[in-house]
């Protein structure tokens, strides 16, 4: 057990439609990374949150975005949901933002996304 | 462009026996190399961190080597065991004042008794 929780486990949805991925981070860690991993793409590096401020973009598409809150919790919304959009979504944190250091990461059990 | 490269995509071993997975890279500026271990369905679980002016780094029976002057490093298992049967993830950081990643698309092991 990583220390970083994600809801719902499994999420099953149509084309259009929207849908919010919840992560907690272990406890003290500041950082929060959200990845899509897909069977034709592999992991993908979606954004960095760093204690409530957006620090880093990836592969994230317009339909999507994120929030961390005061209470380091973070959110990954996506809407107008294409069957593309399926894919297993990880959250991450480690305890700072400096990401060019050693910063080991800690992934969550992920959320399974069915967009049918 | 940053790739990662890894080979070979798949393995099969009996049990008790070594492997080494290989990565290549042309990412630029590099800042660190990882390997992760990623069971299926669940989250990727980190092997060893390794810097530019690190060699070698060990996590158990798990050795990371790298190589920056080529470009190449390899994840070396000792005495493989059942429970080794994962796929094994390498991702190199760039450097620079924001987190870079860029992933392989991973070596599949399976360790067969």
């Known amino acids: 057990d990583s220390g970083v929780t994600q809801t719902p486990k499994h999420l099953i949805t149509a084309t259009g439609q929207r849908v919010t991925l919840r992560c907690s981070p272990r406890?003290?860690?500041?950082?929060v990374y959200w990845y899509q991993q897909s069977l034709d793409q592999g992991l993908q590096f979606l954004i960095q949150?760093?204690?409530?401020?957006?620090?880093a973009k990836g592969n994230i598409l317009e339909r999507f975005s994120a929030q961390q809150f005061p209470d380091l919790h973070s959110e990954l919304n996506l809407s107008s949901l294409e069957l593309g959009d399926s894919a297993l979504y990880f959250c991450a944190s480690s305890p700072q933002g400096v990401q060019d250091r050693k910063q080991t990461q800690y992934f969550g059990p992920g959320t399974r996304l069915l967009v049918l | 462009k940053n790739q990662v490269e890894q080979s070979p995509q798949s393995l099969i071993i009996l049990e008790g026996k070594n492997c080494t997975l290989q990565?290549?890279?042309?990412?630029?500026?590099?800042?660190?190399l990882r390997w992760y271990k990623q069971d299926t369905g669940r989250g990727p679980v980190s092997l060893t961190i390794?810097?530019?002016?690190?060699n070698t780094k060990s996590n158990g029976r798990y050795t990371a080597t790298l190589d920056a002057d080529t470009k190449q490093s390899s994840l070396h298992i000792t005495a493989s065991q059942l429970s080794d049967s994962a796929s094994y993830i390498c991702v190199v950081i760039s450097s620079g004042g924001s987190y870079i990643p860029t992933f392989g698309r991973g070596t599949s092991l399976i360790v067969h008794p």
């Open positions: 949150y760093y204690n409530g401020e957006e620090r």
């Open positions: 406890s003290g860690d500041l950082s």
């Open positions: 390794m810097t530019f002016s690190e």
């Open positions: 990565c290549n890279y042309t990412v630029s500026p590099f800042s660190n």
